[in-house]
């Protein structure tokens, strides 16, 4: 039994297993309810995380662009068909993107040696839930779209009717608000369930259920970090914006406005755009450690 619970390779714990097999710290069956200010810490050790192999993360997110851009041009030329689909391609893939991440930041964390074979034997070892956390995904995303497009329907048709209308006013400011509902409901099957399924080898129900319970007693750290997060991302878009106007001022002029820019600013942004995405995938971990492990070690805090 105890050659078991050390074994991270093995197959999903029972639940009594489970409650006694401590995966770098000990894990709290009643998550951590932290002050709202902790969103900072978890940016910093996201960062600290990041800086201890800046390359090498550099490199993973180059890789994953390079192989997003073959599966693309791939379904374009053979499979046309399924073009559409694509974006729930992606969102499937994520989960098992998040999950890799997960285990190569807790071999950062622990200052060991990251091996890629390993890592693969982790990841066929947690497919099952892993599979399954990505159709929930997949729906869950693709409901919340839904029910923002009817939102903006609705809003629309009720402008032209009853401009004055007190629902109105309720209804167009959840449209405002919409997208920290979205990146709430997003992040939390997103990102949560597959690192418990990595670090504690849930099944996929349990993982998703914890994450919610737990990101649910941290709602004023998690609506801080979306905000920060969302800050983040306009930083980096108006540093690409000043890029491009440096590298192509030509894009910048009336005249061109719809010009469409070259392909290497397009995968330049692309690329960018998957380092921010890396950043919140280490900043979600950073945050899961601190509310659903009593960790032993820390993460040495970026000054």
């Known amino acids: 039994m105890h050659e078991r619970q050390d074994n991270r390779y093995a197959p999903p714990l029972s639940m009594a297993e489970e409650a006694a097999h401590p995966v770098g710290g000990q894990y709290l069956a009643v998550a951590n309810s932290l002050p709202s200010r902790r969103a900072f810490a978890w940016f910093g050790a ?6 201890q192999r800046a390359g090498w993360w550099f490199g993973l997110v180059l890789v994953w662009t390079i192989l997003s851009y073959i599966l693309a041009a791939a379904m374009q030329a053979f499979m046309p068909s399924v073009i559409p689909f694509f974006p729930a391609v992606r969102d499937f893939a994520a989960v098992f993107a998040t999950a890799g991440v997960v285990y190569a930041a807790e071999r950062v964390e622990q200052q060991a ?11 066929v070892r947690c497919a099952g839930a892993l599979v399954l956390l990505g159709l929930l995904n997949v729906v869950f995303e693709q409901l919340l779209l839904r029910v923002g497009a009817r939102l903006e329907d609705y809003a629309m048709q009720m402008a032209f009717q009853s401009p004055s209308s007190m629902l109105l006013g ?6 405002s608000w919409k997208w920290l509902f979205f990146m709430l409901a997003y992040l939390l099957p997103n990102g949560v ?15 998703w259920a914890a994450g919610w319970r737990g990101m649910g007693r ?17 930083a980096v878009r108006l540093v690409v914006g000043v890029a ?21 600013m397009i995968r330049v942004a692309s690329l960018v755009n998957n380092m921010v995405g890396l950043m919140l995938m280490l900043v979600l971990y950073a945050a899961c450690r601190d509310v659903f492990f009593k960790r032993e070690t820390s993460v040495k805090q970026a000054t």
């Open 193 to 207: 369930a597959p690192m418990l399924v990595v670090c504690r080898r849930m099944g996929a129900v349990r993982a």
């Open 113 to 123: 040696r990251i091996d890629w074979r390993a890592s693969l034997v982790v990841l």
């Open 46 to 51: 996201a960062w600290a995380l990041f800086r």
């Open 218 to 234: 941290n709602v004023g750290g998690v609506v801080l970090a979306v905000a920060l997060a969302t800050l983040l991302g306009l």
């Open 170 to 175: 309720l209804v167009s400011l959840i449209n």
């Open 244 to 264: 491009v106007v440096l590298a192509q001022p030509k894009l910048t002029m009336l005249g061109t406005i719809d010009a469409v820019p070259p392909v290497w």
